[in-house]
Structure formats: structure tokens, C-alpha cells
């Protein structure tokens, strides 16, 4: 809990702060919370990092575009206090300036590892998506086959995670993984499997009906989705799957066999 007295100062310092040394590119903010006397294992709270982000995003808020250098010498140079700094002004100024901010993280993101990549996604991106994710969710797709093992990774998770939230996305999520199995996928095939076995579990029915759609499809990739994402048994399923193993293509016909092998071991 940070003291009253502790909220003025460090309000005042921000101010100071602002008005003084970021118009001159000095981006050492730390000045501004240093001489905060409690530490945890040796760091500043970061409820104080947050109050203090808060604080610059609220006073930067009509002229932020202004400090784009500043936010990615945060990110890139200020450790990991800079990266909440970061994050805090991402959740403020994302919706006001989508087209500005999105090819920002998304350029960081492809760099970043797998744990700085979560925690984009947590703090800037689900407080936006909890408000509005159809403003955001055709960028998850983009991410979602991405060359970039991690980003592509991370996305698949995040997107099987707003989906849950957002049952009523089902619908229209399954509608772009069905047109994009028409293009070669690549490393993002296990990404797809991935987040059709998710949409399994909110509406079981929805993607049984996609194997019905797809009973007659010779294309390998497509069949390769479908077999590894099957969780449940049923006999229409089987029967398709079974259809499906007598193919010449070695690529279908491993993926199916497989898959039915999987089928038996439910149905016993």
C-alpha cells in the first residue's frame, strides 16, 4: 500500500519529470520513484511502477504520440520496470491509435521471448479484448501463423483463452480456420489443430459438423488438421476417418491412421 504522502511526492516527481527532462530524450524515469524506501527482494513494488505509469499515461494522454522513442527505449533499454511502464501506456493509448501502436508490439513481440510475449498479452491485450475483441482478434489470426515459434505459440493459447471467455466468437473463429486450410500452413498447422480442439470443448457440435463439410476432402493439410484435433468419439466420426486411411496420398493416409487408431482406443 503506498502511503498519501508517498502518492503526492511521487505524483509531483512525475510532473516534474515530464515537463522537464523527457521533452530533453532524458528517458530515465527511475529518477522519479528512487528514493521509494520499501523494496521486495530488492526492487521497487511494482504497485509503485504501475501508480507511477498511471500517472505518466494520464499526463502524456493528448500528446503521446509525440514519445514514441521513449516508449520503445522502455521496453528495450529499461529493464523490468520499463516494460510495465510499457504495457500500462500500450493498454492507454492502443485503442486511441490502433494503426501507431499495433506494428510497435507487433515488431517487439517477433523478438521477444515466450514469457515477455504472455505478459503483453495479459496486460495489454485482454483488458482491451474484455471490451471489444472483434478489434483485435483478426490480428491474432495474423500472429497465429506467424514464422515466429513463440509468437505463434502464445497467440494459439491467448486466442483458445478469449474464446472461452467469449463463447459467441466460436462461430466466426472456425469460419477462418476453414479458409485459410485452403493455403499452405506450414509450422502453423499444430496451431490450428491446437485451437480446433479448444473450440471442441465450447461447442462440440459446431466442429463435428466441419468433419461432416469435409467427409469427401482429399487435401492432405486439411485432413492432417482434422485428424489431430479429433478429442471425442462417435461413429461419424470413424466412418470418415476410416474413409480416410484407404488413401493413396502417404501424408493423409498417416495422419488418418492415426487418428482412427485414437478412435478405437475411445470406443473400447
Known amino acids: 500500500m503506498i502511503t498519501i504522502d508517498w502518492k503526492e511526492r511521487l505524483k509531483q516527481d512525475t510532473a516534474d519529470y515530464l515537463e522537464h527532462k523527457l521533452p530533453q530524450q532524458n528517458y530515465d524515469f527511475e529518477i522519479i520513484f528512487n528514493w521509494y524506501p520499501e523494496r521486495v527482494q530488492g526492487h521497487i513494488p511494482s504497485e509503485v511502477i ?3 505509469a498511471r500517472e505518466m499515461a494520464a499526463k502524456l494522454s493528448r500528446n503521446h504520440e509525440q514519445y514514441i522513442a521513449f516508449y520503445q527505449y522502455l521496453w528495450d533499454k529499461k529493464g523490468d520496470y520499463g516494460k510495465i511502464v510499457f504495457m500500462q501506456f500500450m493498454t492507454r493509448f492502443l485503442p486511441k491509435k490502433p494503426l501507431v501502436y499495433l506494428p510497435i508490439i507487433e515488431k517487439i513481440m517477433l523478438k521477444a521471448n515466450v514469457h515477455d510475449i504472455s505478459a503483453i498479452f495479459e496486460k495489454v491485450f485482454l483488458p482491451l479484448v474484455k471490451k471489444q475483441a472483434d478489434a483485435y482478434i483478426m490480428h491474432f489470426y495474423k500472429w497465429m501463423e506467424s514464422g515466429t515459434e513463440a509468437l505463434r505459440k502464445q497467440t494459439t493459447a491467448f486466442l483458445i483463452k478469449v474464446v472461452k471467455r467469449n463463447p459467441e466468437l466460436t462461430s ?3 469460419k477462418h480456420l476453414q479458409n485459410r486450410w485452403g493455403y499452405p500452413l506450414a509450422e502453423a498447422i499444430q496451431t490450428h489443430v491446437a485451437l480446433l480442439k479448444a473450440l471442441w470443448k465450447t461447442d462440440a ?5 466441419i468433419y461432416q463439410e469435409y467427409h469427401i476432402t482429399r487435401d492432405p493439410q486439411t485432413v492432417e488438421i482434422l485428424c489431430g484435433a479429433i478429442t471425442d468419439y462417435s461413429s461419424e466420426l470413424e466412418q470418415i ?8 496420398n502417404a501424408r493423409l493416409k498417416k495422419a488418418a491412421t ?3 487408431k485414437l478412435l ?3 470406443k473400447a
Open 50 to 52: 504501475l501508480f507511477v
Open 172 to 174: 466466426a473463429v472456425l
Open 205 to 209: 457440435k459446431a466442429v463435428k459438423d
Open 241 to 248: 476417418v476410416e474413409n480416410w486411411t484407404h488413401s493413396g
Open 258 to 260: 492415426s487418428a482412427y
Open 264 to 266: 478405437q482406443k475411445k
